[in-house]
């Protein structure tokens, strides 16, 4: 227990008492025994081991997860709880292969799976991994930020998915599917208090209303939680204030064919920003500003706001950085089962308005303070068919999508540069889409799955103009890029035994040109950049060579062209920041899943990623040289490996005790993941870490209630989710110190 002083040394002076550490020590104890060398794939992988199917909708239809030649995670509702996810972030370190970057701590993600990513702070380009929320796309990767609650299941597939989920899923897509209404009457509630503190609170109300009628309500809210404080003034940052409320009605008379689902959906968040700290090791000072010190504690963070950017903006001259977001939607899904063929309608509105405040330096100087004012409209329609007849098993449809988003970027430079710079736009995205999708069984033992995916798509950029220090740089101008994709999938899938799946497939997929919308006073910063396209050829075995034992992996090898990646293009003044294309990449890699279940109630869940990516024709843009000579001067990158992880693994042990009448469960979880190289220098590799957590739960029998101490990152390790720089100042976002705490549910 060598960290309990360190905690302590931590939480003193910053408004906690001291006598909470002796809460931690006792809570450590109870739970440092059940921690192991292990962490999480997910417990419903305990569900199929022990012969109890986990049903997935990965292909747009139920299926057994062991069933679909996909690679795929199924993570549930009590995995989410154990690890404190609250946001689409937290999925990280619950599956192999997978990277969400907060870029510069704010509130634009960056996706990455099995290294197919997008590193991108603005809000107006597509990500290369699809989130979906009961079937519906969350396009703009802002959007993806809301509270989760309510969550039944997460399923987390690797590889493109462009068939049945359309372009922008060359790395994968991630499907969130909430609870459903019931015909039984019945109510829940958790409450989880923690370290900070910390306040997270969700309930429920399902309710049959008539016959094949019901309703169910859910909330959440998420509170408190800061960590840090400023170096100058001692005043917190980072607590949370977050709400989130859903209403779900399904209609399914019985005998009728008619299914529906309606879904009404809000959030609200006025979160503090988790606080980014300095990596300075030497003072430093930018024009006539305050001095940036040498600080590297964690804990430590610092921000300022200029009167001309909070005028502009509406923000108090005491502003802590943060969000003041709204989010509201809604959906339909109606299906109606003819017999032969079953006909879905789905339909869906979204809107986000978003407000933004960062202060990129970490310090009161004012060199890298921004604001994003974003409002964001998305709306869709697919319609599709489904049918079975004998060995033949399809889906054919089509689709349309249209999104909006008007957008202001401000960003702050006066100290570092004696300028502030306004960034206005608007954009509009239109897609339409017809895809189909068959399954044959040529045999009781083999299958044949084909795909294809005709996709249009304009994307227009409209009344984008820059202006520095009052003076406008760039005036309005519009830009527009246009794509016709084609994707599509062939597999062939072999069954030799009940328990035995061998697959093999190729799938091509591709993701969005777009614009580069960062400061520019130059139209070629705003010149489209291409589409990526990416090929992949997969082998993958889904097994169960014993009744306690369950096998996935898989290998898969990507051709990557025209990979999107960020860098600068000459114009008229010298570089200027802009995404560009590789021309081709290559990328591989294998990963491997286990659930063990070798006593009654004792569960084992390892798990491990691997991949890595090289550049194989690249002629980049050599920033420093071309200032030099004042002209375009390019380096060959080709054989330079492409920064990401190459190593992720976990796995989970939890062993369910019976006492009195009781289940005592203790568990416990880990996450490693080696280091991730930055394309921008040694400074912002974040070096190779891992997360232990703990947790001893109570409940009866019936499940009725349940009770559990929980601790997580337990040994406190330091590690850093993102780093990067803006202009002096070289900064991290710190991941979250040793916390504990208490989580009550009970459910009727």
């Known amino acids: 227990m060598a960290f309990l002083p360190l905690l302590r040394k931590q939480i003193e002076g910053r408004g906690v008492q001291v006598q909470q550490d002796r809460y931690c020590a006792t809570a450590m104890k109870i739970l440092l025994p059940a921690v192991t060398l292990l962490a999480l794939t997910t417990p419903a992988l305990a569900e199929e081991a022990e012969g109890e199917p986990i049903l997935v909708t990965a292909q747009r239809r139920e299926q057994a997860a062991q069933d679909v030649g996909i690679a795929l995670s199924v993570i549930d509702d009590t995995v989410l709880a154990q690890r404190g996810i609250t946001n689409v972030n937290g999925l990280a370190d619950a599956t192999p292969s997978l990277e969400i970057e907060p870029a510069f701590g704010g509130g634009a993600p960056q996706f990455r799976l099995r290294g197919v990513g997008f590193q991108d702070y603005a809000t107006n380009n597509a990500p290369s991994v699809g989130v979906y929320v009961n079937e519906v796309a969350q396009p703009v990767p802002a959007m993806t930020q809301g509270l989760l609650f309510d969550i039944a299941r997460v399923e987390v597939l690797r590889g493109p998915q462009g068939t049945l989920y359309g372009r922008n899923t060359t790395g994968g897509a991630v499907n969130f599917v909430t609870n459903r209404p019931t015909d039984a009457l019945g109510a829940g509630a958790t409450l989880e208090l923690g370290r900070f503190g910390a306040l997270l609170g969700e309930a429920h109300l399902n309710a049959p209303l008539a016959d094949g009628v019901s309703l169910r309500l859910a909330g959440a809210t998420q509170q408190g939680g800061a960590y ?256 016709q994709p084609l994707t599509g999938k062939l597999a062939l899938e072999w069954s030799p035994a009940d328990d035995l799946l061998l697959y093999a497939s190729a799938s091509r997929g591709v993701k969005s040109g777009g614009f580069t919308t960062y400061n520019t006073g130059d139209r070629s910063g705003i010149e489209p950049f291409a589409p990526e396209t990416l090929y992949a050829y997969e082998l993958g075995i889904k097994s169960q060579p014993a009744p306690w034992a369950q096998v996935n992996a898989a290998a898969f090898w990507y051709d990557y062209r025209d990979q999107q990646v960020l860098s600068a293009v000459y114009g008229a003044n010298g570089p200027v920041g802009r995404f560009t294309n590789a021309d081709r990449s290559r990328i591989a ?126 040994f406190n390790r330091e590690y850093d989710l993102t780093r990067n720089f803006f202009t002096s100042a070289d900064i991290a976002q710190p991941a979250r110190p040793a916390s504990y705490g208490i989580r009550i549910s009970a459910e009727y």
Do not use: C
């Not at 994307?459 to 220090?469: T, Y």
């Not at 024709?617 to 060959?636: G, I, K, N, Y």
């Open 228 to 483: 840090q404080t400023n170096r100058d003034n001692g005043r917190s940052l980072g607590d949370a204030n977050r709400l989130g409320a859903r209403a779900l009605l399904a209609i399914r008379p019985a005998g009728s064919g008619f299914d529906a689902l309606l879904d009404l959906h809000w959030g609200r968040d006025r979160s503090e920003a988790v606080g980014l700290y300095l990596l300075n090791d030497l003072p430093t000072r930018a024009g006539a500003g305050p001095v940036i010190p040498a600080d590297r504690d964690r804990f430590a963070t610092g921000w300022g706001i200029s009167p001309r950017l909070a005028a502009d903006t509406g923000l108090d001259e005491g502003a802590k950085p943060g969000v003041d977001n709204d989010s509201r939607g809604a959906s339909a899904r109606l299906a109606y089962d003819f017999g032969a063929v079953t006909l879905t309608s789905l339909t869906s509105y979204d809107r986000l308005d978003r407000r933004q405040f960062g202060d990129w330096d970490a310090s009161a100087s004012v060199e890298a303070d921004t604001f994003f004012g974003s409002e964001v409209e998305v709306w869709s329609q697919e319609l599709r068919l489904a049918g079975s007849t004998g060995a033949l098993a399809w889906t054919a449809g089509a689709y349309w999508s249209q999104q909006q988003l008007d957008e202001r970027y401000f960003s702050d430079f006066i100290d570092v540069y004696g300028t502030y710079a306004r960034v206005t736009y608007a954009q509009e995205v239109e897609s339409l889409a017809v895809f189909g999708q068959a399954e044959l069984a040529l045999s009781p033992q083999w299958k044949l799955v084909a795909g294809l995916r005709y996709e249009e798509e304009t994307r227009e950029l409209q009344g984008f103009g820059s202006a520095f220090g009052g003076a406008q740089a760039l005036p309005p101008t519009d830009a527009r890029t246009r794509m």
């Open 589 to 714: 890699g294998a990963e491997v899943e286990l659930a063990l279940t070798p006593l009654p109630g004792l569960l084992l869940a390892p798990f491990a990623g691997f991949k890595h990516g090289q550049y194989l024709e690249f002629e980049d843009l050599d920033v420093p040289a071309s200032r030099a000579a004042r002209q375009a001067v390019f380096v060959d990158r080709a054989g330079e490996t492409i920064p990401f992880p190459r190593w992720s693994a976990g796995a989970q042990i939890a062993w369910e005790l019976p006492l009195n009448g009781l289940t005592l469960t203790p568990g416990s979880t880990l996450t490693w993941r080696s280091r991730y190289p930055s394309w921008l220098g040694e400074t912002y590799d974040i070096p190779a870490y891992f997360v232990a957590n703990a947790e001893l739960a109570l409940a009866p029998a019936d499940g009725s209630w349940r009770v559990a101490l929980w601790g997580r990152n337990i």
